[in-house]
């Protein structure tokens, strides 16, 4: 469930695109999209896997925004990394081992890249890994599903069905439950339709599509109010978090083309601005099938 869901932005949603040129016989291709969805840096030569992994699957698209100078810092970390793909996420710093209640130190272990809490007392490395949030778009006579937040971050906005993943249950089952918990509705996925990352804050975002088993829904604990609203009618000026804005934008194009297609991509965000502004952001490496 979303209750600690804390979504940092930049104080404006675009900034100028960068384009590197494409590697020759990449297996990739540059296609433009509308001015929608926030700008996206395309980089062929920094991509994690060689373009033949995605056997011509995948294509990478962009869309164009007037340059912004408060757009999101360009800076990295001074770490050294193996990594293709460098974020520009937060350290916290972790003041007491969670194995012995040791204080700890903040340094570079031998042998990794990156600075970590270690124990003086155990000398265990204090790990910090990002959090699953996992949901469901469902599509119910050409309407969308939606529900209005009852609890903070982002009281009274509305957004997808979605929460953060339970040890022991897989992306899609997680979806399901918390579309049940959120929105009393028994859904069936029928594929997944987005992961979006969001470095910043530690989080990745799953979403599926999905269908109604039965047309019956109603507000749970955490929501207010459950909806299905028409593509032209989604309330975009009272969205709650970036992803959901990002995944609705793109579920609209695809409709737009006639049929849905699977999406990657990471949303850049810059600490210093609330939740609430959802406009805030960059989509990075955007891939789409």
Sequence with gaps: MLKAIQIL??????????????????GLSLISTRKSIGTINIKTDSLLLPASHYKGRFRMSSTHSQSNPDGP????????????????GNIRKVNFCQFCGGSTKHEIPD???KVRAICTRCGKIIYENPKMVVG?????????????????????????????????????EGAIRET???????????SPFAQLDIPLIGQTYMIFLAKLKTPHFSPGPESS???????????????????????????????????PKFHYGIINKR???SPSEIHAYTLDYHMQS
């Design 136 to 172: 469901c778009l469902i599509e119910h006579d050409k309407k969308i599903l939606m529900c209005r937040r009852k609890i903070q971050p982002s009281y009274g906005l509305w957004t997808l069905p979605a929460g953060y993943m339970e040890i022991g249950e897989s992306a899609a």
């Design 111 to 113: 042998g990794e890249e």
């Design 271 to 273: 600490p210093g601005t």
């Design 73 to 88: 810092s360009s800076s990295q970390p001074s770490f050294s990394s193996v990594a293709a793909i460098q974020s520009t």
């Design 225 to 259: 109010e459950c909806r299905l609203y028409e593509l032209d009618d989604i309330p975009f000026d009272s969205l709650a978090f970036s992803s959901m804005l990002v995944t609705l934008k793109l579920y609209i194009e695809d409709i737009k083309v006639g049929r």
């Design 180 to 190: 049940l918990e959120e929105a009393n509705a028994e859904v069936e996925v029928q």
């Design 9 to 26: 932005g930049s104080s404006s949603g675009s900034v100028s695109s960068r384009f590197r040129k494409p590697q020759q016989n990449s």
